[in-house]
């Protein structure tokens, strides 16, 4: 009789979120639910996907403003930490920036809303159980599944 993965990512995510806790981290993140979400991305609130490129383009929260930003990759190794994640957010964010944080189940955009605040960010927010929670709400998504346009067969071409 073994863990179902749904059990183990449970599991994992109570241990990663103790451990959290542990470090005196905890305190200052704001873990809100998908509705709470809608309302602050609604409000004017950005949202910072942290999950992989591949997994974006699958399907994302519709919101007027959003950035993908991969907080870890996946590698043939297993998955390892984007070593440029905070660079790239400050590089095009400040930190008075309003953001709710999600990812594929909530346990990465929690790892990513620490690393925020640990640099000074002050308005962001973790979406608890993250973009299958949002989805599973009915929530309105989008599908990036069409190549840029400058990716596109020209007319001539066709």
């Not at 950005?46 to 699958?58: A, F, I």
């Not at 043939?76 to 709710?100: A, H």
């Not at 989805?135 to 067969?153: A, I, S, T, W």
Request: some cysteine; charged content about 25%.
């Amino acid at each position: 009789m073994g863990v179902s993965r749904a059990e183990f990512l449970a599991l994992h995510g109570l241990f990663l979120f103790y451990l959290i806790i542990c470090s005196g981290g905890a305190e200052e993140v704001v873990t809100i639910d998908v509705r709470a979400a809608k309302d602050l991305l609604d409000s004017g609130y950005g949202y910072l996907d942290v999950r992989t490129v591949e997994e974006y383009k699958k399907g994302h929260v519709d919101a007027t403003k959003i950035l993908n930003i991969p907080y870890m990759f996946n590698t043939p190794e297993g998955r390892v930490k984007n070593p440029d994640f905070l660079k790239e957010v400050t590089s095009l964010c400040k930190e008075e920036d309003l953001y709710v944080v999600g990812c594929q189940s909530g346990v990465r955009s929690l790892y990513a809303t620490v690393d925020l605040l640990s640099v000074g960010f002050k308005n962001v927010s973790n979406m608890g159980g993250g973009y299958l929670a949002w989805v599973q709400n009915g929530l309105k998504v989008k599908m990036d599944d069409e190549k840029p346009e400058d990716q596109k067969p020209k007319e001539d071409e066709l």
